[in-house]
């Protein structure tokens, strides 16, 4: 396969000499909190409020069969399901439970082989009743991106379409963006795991070309490059460039070829990506045939020196962990659910954290960044820097000035939302801001259209 | 969390720490060593130009802002950078009230009824110098003898700029010239256009900051460069060489600090290219055959007339597949 050129961006930046060890911290929440909103459509509580649940029970599902379900981790009763706040900064309709006993864990190996022996439709529709969400957002789910040609249908009605078969699958072990490091962590003392990870997974989605994606200048022990040489799997390193983490990207990298946009799916192309923290989840819910309750979380406090990577049971409210880990008396001017680049900014911190979410930032005074009303001053940095080819002044002002069919035509739909434009603008334009803005009023258009 | 309320605002929740005040700083930066040069040449009178220049385009933008009701932002460097370039294209010995004048034009005709920084058509700079020009042509041809302070003998082997020279004698005039002279600066001129090396500095810095990017530069000298060699290689005794044209006049200081300017010229990098390629080639169809002496501000001018239209030259899109693989 070839290798495309280096995508334009920001340097990730140097590793750290000791990477944050993942803690397995004692947490025992009192409340969970789950979202029924998704990319793909809204889930139906099967619960009712005031009804008991279980450890494993579902508590909502897709009715069209796109959408993962909701599982629950831990044995408790439904307080309601009413509006809450979500990640995202949106409201949406969650499930609270109160929580009766500690989470599900994951559990070392209690596998008994026998999942070797299912075929690949098997092994996909036990995935797509795992419960497995991810923090990258894809065109499709996790299940239907892996699926080979040949599963029948979802009932949705815009079912994916996954007649192609997949040529490449890639499995992402770089950070999405400066400042998490946990894909680079999970390389590292593992290797078997993720070297039969990989297989399982090549396994299932019938891929050609299997190829593990790492950051150049990151250190692979050899033990990991014998498991994955001898499989068949290659590594490939990318630059050291911020977005090479962003699907588009990391496929143009390393197959070449370009994922038809507005529409974003991998699929069309034959290729599937998968990060590495989200492999492992399924490698081990197959496994140990019990759905991931943890996620692996890194909440960083710049302006305390903190930097940890949390195991934490999915659903937890944000203000419950700080409580846990003694942390409520920080100094915080802005809570971000998502990372630094690519995350949302909340206004309070009784927000669940999701699977989707895999970095919390809390920002002091002093790390405080805030957006000026400036008119564009069309220095063109962002135009040399956006990795999509794309002119965000020229969108940026015309969403400002509400012509958003013209922003459309100078493709705004293509922008994949890093935020480089922004992060590098002189008179700190609120560039993804009105970007949003624009697609957000588009929708709107189209669906009063209707 | 203690604190009653927490900020919200959309992605990246970060910046690069670039503001338009460090990228004004950098261009002042930038041209420092030009102007020593001229201070090193032409003496105090040269300083006294700059600074009235300077000045009145502060009071300038501060009271414009204040009449029109705007916010006063003089701190961001853009008004002291716009008079620092006007002062550097005039010469040190024009009276006082020249630099006044052509600052208040820069700053009222060629920024701020445009809507301020980035927002102009034209470089204002060039708006306020052109004014003068027009206005005031022969106040402004006064050009005096280069004087070094300390280390150098005073250029004699012209008494008018290199361009003058060769509109006026031919290439017999100088052809004499060492390229030295040109690259030091010891050459009768404007205070900030005759020294190469110090140009070249300045130019060196504000492409390592990332505040420019090379394209419009080099597009610009060689363009220049080429012409100037081919004319001369069609009729030497006309038309004189590439590097001539290149180091004589202000072919350095209009590559560097003129032509990139925010808002004037194009933002995509075919455009930039375009624009480079455009201003070398105007500039010397003005200087070979145009009745002006100096080819460039013109050049520079006409070609921002045309910037929007250049910035149609759009980068490829990632994702616009019309056939998939």
Same mark, same amino acid.
């Given at each position: 396969m070839k290798n495309g050129k280096k995508p334009k961006g920001i340097p990730l930046g140097r590793l750290p000499s000791s990477l944050p060890k993942p803690v397995r911290v004692e947490i025992k929440p009192k409340r969970l909190v789950f979202p029924l909103q998704t990319r793909w459509g809204t889930l139906r509580p099967l619960v009712k409020p005031g009804g008991d649940v279980s450890a494993g029970q579902i508590l909502a599902q897709d009715d069209g069969g796109v959408a993962p379900p909701i599982l629950c981790p831990c044995s408790g009763k439904v307080m309601g399901i009413r509006p809450w706040a979500t990640a995202s900064g949106s409201q949406a309709p969650a499930i609270a439970i109160q929580c009766s006993g500690s989470p599900m864990p994951q559990t070392a190996t209690k596998d008994d082989g026998g999942w070797k022996q299912l075929d690949a439709q098997s092994l996909i529709k036990t995935v797509m009743k795992m419960g497995i969400r991810e923090p990258d957002s894809y065109r499709w789910p996790l299940a239907w991106r892996l699926a080979q040609p040949g599963l029948p249908p979802a009932q949705a009605s815009w079912p994916p379409d996954i007649s192609r078969p997949i040529e490449y699958l890639i499995i992402n072990a770089i950070d999405r963006q400066p400042g998490t490091s946990l894909r680079e962590a999970a390389l590292s003392g593992r290797e078997t795991e993720i070297a039969d990870c990989i297989s399982l997974l090549e396994r299932v989605s019938g891929a050609r070309n299997t190829v593990l994606a790492v950051k150049k200048g990151q250190p692979i022990s050899d033990s990991l490059d014998t498991e994955l040489g001898r499989r068949g799997i290659r590594i490939i390193m990318c630059p050291d460039i911020y977005p090479v983490a962003l699907e588009p990207l990391l496929v143009k990298y390393i197959t070449?070829?370009? +994922?038809?946009?507005?529409?974003?799916?991998?699929r069309m192309i034959g290729a599937a990506v998968v990060d590495v923290l989200t492999a492992l989840k399924v490698y081990r819910a197959i496994r140990d045939a019990s759905p991931p309750t943890l996620t692996l979380v890194q909440l960083s406090v710049p302006s305390a020196n903190m930097d940890y990577q949390l195991w934490i049971p999915e659903g937890m409210l944000v203000s419950e962990l700080l409580d846990q880990l003694q942390l409520t008396g920080i100094n915080a001017s802005k809570l971000i659910m998502g990372g630094p680049f690519l995350g949302y900014a909340v206004?309070?911190?009784?927000v669940p954290i999701t699977a989707e979410v895999d970095s919390i930032v809390v920002q002091g005074d002093s790390e405080l960044f805030l957006y000026e009303n400036n008119p564009c001053i069309n220095c063109g940095f962002c135009v040399k820097s956006c990795p999509m080819g794309l002119l965000p002044n020229e969108i940026t002002r015309s969403c400002e000035y509400e012509n958003f069919e013209g922003a459309e035509k100078k493709f705004?739909?293509?922008? +994949?939302?890093?935020g480089i434009c922004a992060y590098v603008c002189p008179a700190k334009r609120p560039m993804i801001h009105l970007i949003r803005f624009g697609k957000q009023e588009i929708y709107r258009m189209r669906q009063s259209e209707q | 969390m203690k604190r009653p309320h927490l900020y919200v605002s959309s992605s990246p929740h970060l910046h690069s720490g670039k503001t338009v005040k460090c990228l004004m700083w950098d261009f002042i930066i930038a041209l420092l060593p030009a102007v020593f040069a001229g201070w090193f040449y032409f003496g105090w009178s040269a300083l006294l130009i700059l600074v009235l220049c300077v000045a009145a385009a502060l009071l300038t933008e501060v009271l414009y802002d204040k009449l029109v009701g705007k916010s006063i932002d003089v701190a961001n460097g853009s008004a002291i950078f716009t008079g620092l370039v006007l002062g550097m294209l005039?010469?040190?010995?024009?009276?006082?009230?020249i630099p006044i004048v052509g600052a208040l034009v820069a700053i009222v005709a060629g920024k701020e009824l445009f809507g301020g920084l980035g927002n102009n058509p034209f470089n204002s700079s060039l708006v306020g110098w052109t004014f003068l020009a027009l206005s005031y042509r022969d106040i402004l041809e006064n050009y005096p003898m280069p004087n070094p302070k300390f280390l150098l003998e005073a250029g004699e082997y012209l008494a008018y700029p290199a361009i003058y020279t060769l509109k006026d004698s031919g290439v017999d005039g100088i052809i004499d010239v060492p390229w030295r002279d040109y690259l030091l600066g010891n050459v009768p001129g404007e205070i900030g256009t005759i020294c190469v090396i110090a140009l070249l500095l300045g130019g060196a810095y504000l492409l390592y900051r990332r505040v420019i990017t090379w394209h419009i530069p080099v597009f610009f000298i060689v363009t220049v460069w080429v012409f100037g060699y081919a004319t001369s290689l069609i009729d030497p005794d006309t038309y004189a060489s590439g590097t001539f044209h290149v180091l004589g006049g202000w072919t350095i200081f209009a590559a560097f600090?003129?032509?990139?300017e925010f808002g004037t010229s194009p933002v995509t990098p075919g455009g930039k290219i375009a624009y480079g390629i455009g201003c070398g080639l105007l500039t010397m169809i003005i200087r070979l055959w145009g009745s002006y002496m100096e080819g460039v501000p013109f050049a520079i001018l006409l070609m921002n007339a045309i910037t929007p239209l250049l910035d149609k030259i759009r980068p490829r899109v990632v994702g616009r597949v019309k056939e998939i693989a």
């Open positions: 070449g070829r370009e +994922i038809p946009m507005p529409e974003g799916n991998s206004d309070s911190s009784d705004l739909f293509y922008c +994949i939302e890093c | 005039l010469s040190s010995q024009v009276p006082w009230w600090f003129l032509a990139p």
